[in-house]
């Protein structure tokens, strides 16, 4: 193997992590669509599998290096949201845990000398800051638009075709 075992590991419950942000996401869109904000429901939904991506991108990265990929159980996601805003919130302080967890990863790979481990994580690093951002300016519209039919505006923008 190419990278320590300690390291694969790592990367394994990284692994679990960006498949539970899947769940996370597809339980808010759910949420979304039962407050019949289709548009948000959409956002959400995209976010979902663009989460599986990570997680993909991430195991084939553990199998390129020798290790092995290993899944564990998933917690339940919360499923029960009260408005658009608590599933944002809860949406960015994801977010915010995400990149707290791969700038561990990074950190790990520049103590251990695994040039190649930092090197590959660095995409998810920038990736992190547009989803911080995104969720946080998502957040701020939610915020403003606190009457319903402002909200009910925002969602059609969200909509994809």
Not at 14 to 30: C, G, R, S, T
Not at 54 to 65: F, P, S, T, V
Not at 73 to 98: D, R
């Amino acid at each position: 193997m190419m990278i320590s075992k300690k390291m694969a590991d790592r990367l394994n419950e990284q692994v679990n992590n960006e498949f539970y942000a899947k769940w996370a996401y597809l339980a808010m869109a759910f949420s979304f669509e039962s407050m019949n904000l289709k548009g948000f429901a959409d956002w959400f939904f995209k976010q979902a599998e663009e989460e599986q991506g990570h997680a993909m991108k991430i195991a084939n990265y553990i199998l390129d290096q020798g290790g092995e990929v290993k899944l564990s159980n998933l917690p339940q996601p919360k499923t029960e949201y009260n408005s658009a805003e608590e599933i944002i919130q809860a949406g960015l302080e994801h977010e915010l845990k995400v990149t707290r967890q791969v700038h561990e990863i990074a950190k790990m790979a520049e103590d251990e000398g695994d040039l190649a481990t930092r090197n590959f994580i660095s995409w998810k690093i920038e990736e992190q800051v547009e989803e911080v951002a995104s969720m946080t300016h998502l957040l701020e519209i939610v915020k403003m638009a606190q009457t319903p039919g402002r909200l009910l505006m925002l969602q059609n923008q969200l909509k994809r075709d």
